[in-house]
């Protein structure tokens, strides 16, 4: 493994430190071009698009059952996206239609006032964009960069073609992917910019942890299968539906071939997926212990309660 694929880079740092400031100067020429009343309907507007998404998307569930094949739980996410846009659409065009942009309007003085408290929001707005891209950055460069020092701790054996009986020990590397979004982290937590960014997130430094703890256990087969060995995720497995599934063969062809979208559309993973006795009992899991689990040096496991 080369050293600096993962390693932190200024580089990287100064060019997203361009592109946060380059949308953000973006926000503030639009937010001056369209003056302080539309940009509190744009305010409005993402205020009302959100709380559609979060308590509207169930409503769509009994006209898009039988257009998509999916789990409820999924189609609750499209619908809430569908309802979200339609009405932050509405509401803008009907900002556009009562308000003026600051061009349009005719005292110099108005047009000063409309121009400056317009930009002062696009900063906001453009700060709010940038916070949107940090906190995805670091989530999934947590999951990549466990990945990344998991496999790269773990020797993979090469046998030479020339010599069978004899191996050479080399260093599992990470796909590019993997490695440029644990750069990418690095990159951004690096020196007092990386102070910063960790000091201005909101987001708990568990949320973080947690993540950084999925992609160490499924880098690694036998934290995998000692993840699956905990008893919650035993008593998952052990329901009727979910072991109706492990045994059928068309379910492992579709997991085996990686058609993920033919699997989550089959009917009976959907019936699984829908079944209130099995959500319930993945509400109860807990998902941090079997984590921690999963990753305990010893392989003992717990004794069923």
Known sequence: MKPDLVSASPTWQSIFLAVAAMLILLEIFRGWRLGLPRQLVRIGAIILAYMTALFGGQHLLPLLRPLVRLPDLVLS????????????????????????????????IVRLVYGMTGAVIGLFFGAFLIWLLVVGIRSVGAIAEAQVNAQTRVPALLEQPERPARTVRRMAEPSAVTASLAKLKQSLELGPVGDVVKQTDVLPTGIYETLGKVGEVFARPERAQRFLTYPGIAELTDHPKILALRADPEVTSMLENGRLLDLVRDERLIEAANDPELAAQVKKFDFRAALDYALRDDHSVPRRR
């Open 77 to 108: 996410g499209i619908g809430g996206a569908i309802l979200a846009l339609l009405v932050y659409i509405v509401v803008t065009s009907l900002g556009t239609i009562l308000f003026k942009r600051t061009g349009q309007q005719e005292s110099g």
